[in-house]
């Protein structure tokens, strides 16, 4: 599986954003697609998840209610609207395709894409 993130970009607090993650390869292989994001200094975190095929999604605290994720099959895309950003959600963001476990956690995806940076401005 290949993953291909775009969107990031530089913005101002309570702006938004979308992110898109394009996958292409044996995308079937994968039960869904995971967002993580890293600032510098601090460790991978999780952000939100969807599952290919019922659509079901979970989110972390710090995005709930400001954060969807969202999925459109035909295309293998997966996508994090982003509102209200805040400059603490500045990071380089990464989608991941899910292979088992618990979906919180960077050690239950196989392939990461190669981040696109959000930078959120005060």
């Known amino acids: 599986v290949q993953l291909q993130a775009c969107g990031g970009g530089l913005v101002q607090a309570r702006g938004s954003l979308r992110l898109s993650c394009a996958a292409s390869?044996?995308?079937?292989?994968?039960?869904?697609m995971g967002w993580f994001r890293q600032a510098p200094g601090k460790e991978r975190e999780f952000v939100a998840y969807?599952?290919?095929?019922?659509?079901?999604?979970y989110y972390a605290d710090s995005g709930k209610g400001r954060f969807t994720i969202s999925r459109d099959n035909p295309k293998n895309t997966v996508y994090l609207q982003m509102n209200n950003l805040k400059p603490e959600d500045t990071a380089v963001y990464y989608c991941?395709?899910?292979?088992?476990?618990?979906?919180?956690?960077?050690?239950?995806?196989?392939?990461w894409g190669q981040g696109t940076q959000v930078t959120v401005s005060s």
């Open positions: 991941a395709a899910h292979r088992g476990g618990a979906v919180k956690f960077t050690s239950a995806y196989e392939h």
């Open positions: 390869g044996r995308t079937f292989s994968s039960y869904g």
């Open positions: 969807i599952n290919w095929n019922t659509g079901s999604t």
